[in-house]
């Protein structure tokens, strides 16, 4: 399943916070410099609900991906996992 | 104009003949002992000066000691550096700051070669310095001045830590003004050691095979691996 690891700095909070909202993701606190944000099925994000500025946008993954990112436009990124991208 | 004086032996085996193996002499790492090897801490203690070429010495001391405002401080006119293929130049610094300076090379009766003509690509525009201010109201403050003396500015771009304006100088050089959003913390240390671990190891392996790292997705993959084994096997 697609899995995100957030760096644990205030700039990638709105990934947490966007995801805790949703029942189908899980969200772990690791204590250990990163959060890990997985799902069963896609993991999908929108700029415009975390009110991130592009250049943080572009590079929210940074801490770590397992999956396939299938679209990332300006507002939206789908991730799915390894190996099931259309 | 710089006479041509023909060098003599005792020349040959000056400084400048001699010991300019530090100028041309690549450097090969491999071939380096490291700070585990002796311990020996070296560090930095912040910016002296920065330092460009300019063909424009007008525009550059009216841009720089005028419309930005930095006091120039101090100008080194000299001979070559005693070298005989050394043009003669002006050396002069602007105040940054913090005991920091804005530097710039004049050489006398030389033209601008075309390698140092500015671009408009991402290559050229990655070589710039970025100078600090201490609250986002004197980060306004540049903006809105520079922009009120018709100077175009970029908007406000947020990165991570970190907040900038970009502007160019009479020569092309990329200027940015950076104000520092947070302190660096021991995560970013050590999240930085594992995304450039992630990244050397494949450029290792696409070295090794003759192609170069595909995307930054790549990156993101291996770092999950490496991050994964950091927090002990998730």
């Given at each position: 399943?697609?899995?995100?690891?957030?760096?644990?700095v205030?700039?990638?909070?709105?990934?947490?916070e966007?995801?805790?909202k949703?029942?189908d993701?899980r969200?772990?606190e690791?204590?250990?410099?990163?959060?890990?944000?997985?799902?069963?099925?896609?993991?999908?994000?929108?700029?415009?609900?975390?009110?991130?500025?592009p250049?943080?946008?572009?590079?929210?993954?940074t801490?770590?991906?397992?999956?396939?990112?299938?679209?990332?436009?300006?507002?939206?990124?789908?991730?799915?996992?390894?190996?099931?991208?259309? | 104009?710089t006479?041509?004086?023909?060098?003599?032996?005792?020349?040959?085996?000056?400084?400048?003949?001699?010991k300019?193996?530090?100028?041309?002499r690549?450097?090969?790492?491999?071939?380096?002992?490291?700070?585990?090897?002796?311990?020996?801490?070296?560090?930095m203690?912040?910016?002296?000066?920065t330092a460009?070429?300019?063909w424009?010495?007008?525009?550059?001391?009216?841009f720089?000691?005028?419309?930005?405002?930095?006091?120039?401080?101090?100008?080194?006119s000299?001979?070559?550096?005693?070298?005989?293929?050394?043009?003669?130049?002006l050396?002069?610094?602007?105040?940054?700051?913090?005991?920091a300076?804005?530097?710039?090379?004049?050489?006398?009766?030389?033209?601008?070669?075309?390698?140092?003509?500015?671009?408009?690509s991402?290559?050229y525009?990655?070589?710039?310095?970025?100078?600090?201010?201490?609250?986002r109201?004197?980060?306004?403050?540049?903006?809105?001045?520079?922009?009120?003396?018709?100077?175009?500015?970029?908007?406000?771009?947020?990165?991570?830590?970190?907040?900038?304006?970009?502007?160019?100088?009479?020569?092309?050089?990329?200027?940015?003004?950076?104000?520092r959003?947070?302190?660096v913390?021991?995560v970013?240390?050590?999240?930085?050691?594992l995304?450039?671990?992630?990244?050397?190891?494949?450029?290792?392996?696409?070295?090794?095979?003759?192609?170069?790292?595909?995307?930054?997705d790549?990156?993101w993959?291996r770092?999950?691996?490496?991050?994964?084994?950091?927090?002990?096997g998730?």
């Open positions: 399943m697609p899995l995100i690891y957030v760096v644990d205030p700039e990638f909070f709105p990934l947490v966007s995801a805790r949703r029942d993701y969200v772990t690791t204590g250990k410099g990163y959060f890990v944000i997985e799902a069963t099925g896609s993991l999908q994000f929108s700029r415009k609900e975390m009110q991130l500025k250049a943080l946008w572009y590079g929210m993954f801490g770590g991906l397992e999956g396939e990112i299938t679209e990332w436009d300006r507002d939206t990124v789908t991730i799915v996992d390894i190996g099931k991208k259309p | 104009m006479q041509e004086i023909p060098l003599t032996e005792s020349d040959r085996n000056r400084t400048y003949a001699t300019r193996e530090y100028r041309t690549d450097v090969d790492v491999s071939e380096l002992g490291t700070v585990a090897e002796d311990g020996v801490e070296l560090r203690h912040g910016v002296d000066h460009r070429p300019t424009k010495l007008r525009e550059t001391v009216t720089y000691r005028d419309i930005l405002g930095l006091p120039l401080l101090h100008t080194i000299a001979r070559g550096w005693g070298h005989p293929d050394h043009p003669d130049f050396h002069f610094f602007f105040d940054a700051g913090k005991g300076t804005i530097a710039f090379f004049y050489y006398i009766g030389t033209d601008r070669p075309e390698r140092y003509e500015p671009e408009d991402h290559f525009t990655a070589t710039h310095t970025a100078w600090g201010v201490e609250t109201e004197q980060l306004e403050r540049w903006k809105e001045t520079l922009e009120s003396r018709g100077l175009v500015v970029s908007p406000y771009t947020r990165h991570e830590g970190l907040e900038s304006i970009y502007f160019r100088d009479p020569n092309g050089y990329p200027v940015e003004i950076s104000l959003l947070r302190d913390m021991e970013d240390a050590q999240d930085a050691a995304t450039l671990q992630a990244a050397m190891e494949l450029e290792d392996e696409a070295n090794a095979e003759g192609t170069k790292i595909g995307d930054i790549t990156i993959r770092k999950a691996a490496l991050v994964g084994e950091f927090l002990g998730k």
